[in-house]
């Protein structure tokens, strides 16, 4: 039984509006065309047919894939399980091929992205507050109605299966309201339903809806959007955020980095030899959309590693920022949030073209652990890991010398990231953010604390939220006036191999030294392709 209790159970036949609550709307009748086919039904609603057999004549053995997305929706919920990282173990564990996991794939994690609007459509569907259903049959109905409205898996298909996949998952005592609820939201097509729940002209509110994100993201969304001064070619703010909750609910294409290490140009030319397409932005790099990366040469090895563009270049910007201060010497790197060693990885791989070593500090000991993991790829005198919190970095041996090139890639909201992480949107709340942001601005005079005279200092997130972007920095520099803020568009400018366009919406010009807007550079999904990365690059006095 799951922690979440059972209400509802039991009460499987009824409670469908329209099988008793609702009566069905007055028109469904008369929405027919010529053959006599319902009108306007869009591309789920085109020409339903459902099957005769009553639910409990129907089979119990539900499809792999199925299983398989109802099992990741069901951990997310029950268990608080992040959806990426069971979703791979649950495929392996089902031998699911190519095929069934790309299907398992977008069904959980479009379910995860979807579940506001469908929540919004299923309250219309049954006769009773959703948290009144038993979770694994809400589970359930949120799969079924995500396959009618959000894929294109006809109404019949999706029906049987989802009550199959009841039937043998939860029970036969649910797969009669299952059924009926299911046949309630495949009465209309989307945009009718949308139309419904979440009238266009209806402010942040609809939009959150229609997006399927809560309300106060969206919100922050628009101020960070504002506050990075729009763009040029986008005139219309709303139509910018809508492009924007948008790309957030298309799945992320997969983008590979070689590592600068031995093994990693071949493993990349492998990579493009089997289909992927070189990545226009990062160098080295390339886009993946051939089902399982772990496959591909040189990733199990750590040479290859999926990694998103704009954290490629974020990494890219702080190894290439010029620190004149440190010529003729070996440099020192510290990456201050090292966990699970994404950046680590390529700034060690760079470090150790450089003569240069990084010091990757994570609090977290399993986190630590995949740091390791993840620098195994690098020659080993290039690099050291610190368990520890970067607050106290200053206290560590490791901290002497101080470094020249310190990365504070923050623990952070994550809003920039919604497209990888499906149910993270519903997770967060904006209590998270006073006390995130605490911990950022102490990470972040932990980080000034060890920088050597002429060092510079990287502050990422992955998120756009002024909070933790331009209103941290402005604080930093209200806090530590020596330093000097450099400008971090042009440092993305210089690392990417396509113009980024970041300062399109900015006066002709360079940027006052006090900007911290302008200085600063955010990266976006919709015009980038990349998560929502914030960068800025401050140097200590001293050079
Ligand atoms: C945004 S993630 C870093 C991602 C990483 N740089 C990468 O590219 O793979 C932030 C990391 O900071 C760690 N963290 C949280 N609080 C910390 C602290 N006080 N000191 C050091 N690391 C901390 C988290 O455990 C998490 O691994």
């Known amino acids: 039984m799951s922690r979440e209790g059972q209400a509802g159970q039991g009460r499987g036949e009824r409670g469908a509006r329209g099988e008793r609550g609702r009566a069905p709307r007055p028109d469904a009748q008369d929405r027919r065309d010529a053959q006599g086919r319902t009108r306007n039904r869009g591309r789920s609603g085109a020409g339903r047919k459902y099957s005769a057999q009553a639910p409990s004549q129907r089979s119990r053995t539900a499809d792999p894939a199925r299983r398989v997305a109802f099992g990741v929706v069901r951990s997310v919920h029950a268990e608080d399980a992040y959806a990426n990282l069971v979703l791979p173990a649950r495929i392996r564990q089902a031998r699911l091929d190519r095929r069934d996991a790309g299907f398992a794939t977008e069904l959980a994690y479009g379910t995860l992205r979807g579940l506001g609007l469908y929540d919004a459509i299923l309250t219309r569907c049954v006769d009773r507050p959703l948290e009144q259903i038993d979770p694994p049959v809400l589970d359930a109905l949120r799969l079924g109605a995500h396959q009618v409205l959000g894929m294109r898996v006809p109404a019949h298909a999706a029906l049987d299966a989802t009550v199959s996949l009841v039937r043998a998952e939860i029970g036969a005592g649910a797969s009669g309201f299952v059924n009926a609820v299911l046949r309630r939201v495949a009465e209309r097509p989307l945009d009718e339903w949308l139309a419904d729940v979440a009238p266009a002209d209806g402010g942040d509110a609809a939009l959150a809806v229609r997006a399927s994100h809560p309300v106060w993201i969206v919100r922050a969304l628009r101020q960070a959007l504002a506050a990075h001064r729009g763009t040029r070619h986008t005139a219309d703010r709303d139509a910018e955020l809508a492009a924007l909750l948008e ?228 604080d930093l520099v209200r806090r530590h006036p020596e330093l000097e803020l450099l400008d971090a568009r042009t440092a993305l400018d210089t690392v990417a191999l396509d113009d980024l366009r970041l300062d399109e919406a900015e006066p002709a010009g360079a940027p006052e030294p006090a900007d911290v807007v302008a200085r600063t550079a955010q990266l976006w999904p919709h015009r980038h392709g990349t998560d929502a990365m914030f960068l800025a690059l401050l140097r200590a006095p001293g050079a």
């Open 247 to 474: 790309a957030d609910n298309a799945p992320p294409v997969v983008n590979l980095v070689a590592l600068p290490v031995a093994g990693g140009a071949e493993a990349l030319a492998a990579a493009l030899d089997d289909g992927a397409e070189p990545g226009p932005l990062a160098p080295d790099s390339a886009l993946h959309s051939g089902g399982d990366a772990g496959r591909l040469p040189g990733v199990r090895e750590g040479v290859l590693r999926v990694q998103d563009a704009g954290s490629q270049l974020t990494a890219r910007a702080l190894a290439q920022a010029p620190v004149p201060a440190a010529e003729g010497r070996a440099e020192r790197w510290l990456d201050l949030c090292a966990g699970p060693g994404g950046k680590a990885a390529l700034l060690a791989a760079l470090a150790a073209e450089r003569g240069a070593t990084l010091v990757a500090n994570e609090v977290a000991p399993h986190r630590g652990d995949l740091v390791r993991q993840a620098l195994a790829a690098v020659p080993a005198d290039a690099w050291t890991v610190r368990a520890g919190d970067g607050r106290t970095i200053a206290d560590a041996p490791e901290a002497a010398p101080a470094f020249d090139r310190v990365l504070v890639d923050a623990p952070c909201t994550g809003l920039g990231a919604l497209r990888r992480r499906p149910e993270s949107r519903w997770r967060r709340t904006p209590a998270d953010l006073a006390e995130l942001t605490g911990l950022q601005a102490e990470l972040l005079d932990a980080a000034v604390s060890v920088l050597a005279p002429g060092g510079v200092l990287a502050y990422v997130t992955c998120s756009p939220h002024v909070a933790e972007t331009v209103v941290q920095v402005q």
